[in-house]
């Protein structure tokens, strides 16, 4: 099982950016996806998880903002991020739980900062 994610950088509270992952070594439709994210100092924190057909469910800190997607046919998922916080600063993570173990592929980092 692989997950790279990708996508992040630096933008300006109120603004937008969107994250992906990319996954392979397993059938990825088949599987929830996940993203979570862990700020400096802080434990890891769910942010959003996207069902095998597609159903987005979001956390109280994402609702509204946060839009949760993917294309099988591209094995990616993606994490559309709008109306940015400073307190959304952290390194972004993809997960999926596969046979009930835990992956987590390399993260990417997203600062909000003006």
């Known amino acids: 099982v692989q997950l790279q994610a990708s996508g992040g950088g630096v933008v300006q509270p109120g603004g937008s950016l969107s994250v992906s992952c990319a996954a392979s070594g397993f059938t990825f439709s088949s599987y929830p996806m996940s993203w979570v994210r862990q700020a400096p100092g802080k434990q890891r924190e769910p942010v959003a998880t996207?069902?095998?057909?597609?159903?987005?469910i979001y956390t109280d800190s994402a609702k509204g903002r946060f839009t949760v997607s993917r294309d099988n046919a591209k094995n990616t998922v993606y994490l559309q991020m709008s109306s940015l916080k400073p307190e959304d600063t952290a390194v972004y993570y993809c997960?999926?739980?596969?046979?009930?173990?835990?992956?987590w592929g390399q993260g990417t980092q997203v600062t909000v900062s003006s």
């Open positions: 997960s999926a739980k596969i046979l009930g173990e835990n992956y």
């Open positions: 996207i069902t095998s057909g597609g159903r987005g």
